[in-house]
C-alpha cells in the first residue's frame, strides 16, 4: 500500500495537469529504508513527448547524488499518461529499475476526473496496489 499525504498527491496531480500535453514526471524521495514519501520532485520530460517520459539525464544524476548525501532513496516514481488510462505500458515496464519504488500514474485524458494509481513492478511483474491519502 502507497501512503501518501494529500499535499504530495495534490501536487502530483497539478505537474501532471501543468505539463498536459506532455507527459509529466518526477520522484517524491524519502528516507533509505523508510518507505515513506517525503520530498516532492517534480522533473522535466526531456522526451517533451505526449506519449512518452525521460529524465533529463543531468538533472537525474543531481537527485541521485543529493539522494546520497541525504541517505534519502526514491520511494515513489511518477509520470502521467495524456491519452490512456494510468496502467503501466510495456515501456514503462521495461525502463522500471528501482524494485522498492511505488511506480505513480495519473491519467490527464479527463479535465474533470483524477485517475490515479500506485504499482509495483518487478522483474517485469505488475501489480497494483491501494493508495491511502493520510
Known sequence: MLKLDRAIYDAIVAHARRDHPDEACGVVVGP???DQPVRFIPMLNAARSPTFYEFDSTD????YRE???????PVVIYHSHTATEAYP??????????????YVLVSTREEE???????RIVDGAVTEEPVELV
Open 89 to 102: 505500458s510495456r515501456t514503462d515496464i521495461s525502463y522500471a529499475n528501482e524494485p522498492g519504488a511505488h
Open 67 to 73: 539522494m546520497d548525501d541525504r541517505d534519502e532513496e
Open 60 to 63: 537525474l544524476l543531481k537527485l
Open 32 to 34: 533509505a529504508g523508510s
Open 113 to 119: 476526473t483524477v485517475e490515479f494509481r500506485s504499482f
